[in-house]
Nanobody, 124 residues
Framework: QAQLVESGGGLVQAGGSLRLSCAASGRTFSSYTMGWFRQAPGKEREFVAGIRWSGSSTSYADSAKGRFTISRDNAKNTVNLQMNSLKAEDTAVYYC?????????????????WGQGTQVTVSS
């Protein structure tokens, strides 16, 4: 059973940093495009960042550009999201996703696997 498990969430002050990790198990995700989404209370789920299988191509939401960095380690079957200069509006549940097809897309439903999420809370 393929599974994605997020970790690294928590409470941080505005301006601080967090590093989220996603551990994939049950199959090899090295050929998959991986993504991070988030959902804040009362808001729709939104794309945050994506990375292709080789790590050579990444994509970010405007809100994440310059502050967040997505990376992956195919040998360890993990994908990470380094979040710097956090703001109160970054408060959300963050989800890891995986997609068989190569393109980085921003639609949640176009991914094939989804994690359960990890809470990130940024205090102002």
């Amino acid at each position: 059973q393929a599974q994605l498990v997020e970790s690294g969430g928590g409470l941080v002050q505005a301006g601080g940093s967090l590093r989220l990790s996603c551990a994939a198990s049950g199959r090899t995700f090295s050929s998959y495009t991986m993504g991070w989404f988030r959902q804040a209370p009362g808001k729709e789920r939104e794309f945050v960042a994506g990375i292709r299988w080789s790590g050579s191509s990444t994509s970010y939401a405007d809100s994440a550009k310059g502050r967040f960095t997505i990376s992956r380690d195919n040998a360890k079957n993990t994908v990470n999201l380094q979040m710097n200069s956090l703001k109160a509006e970054d408060t959300a549940v963050y989800y890891c996703t995986a997609r068989r097809r190569p393109a980085i897309v921003t639609d949640w439903d176009d991914y094939d696997y989804w994690g359960q999420g990890t809470q990130v809370t940024v205090s102002s």
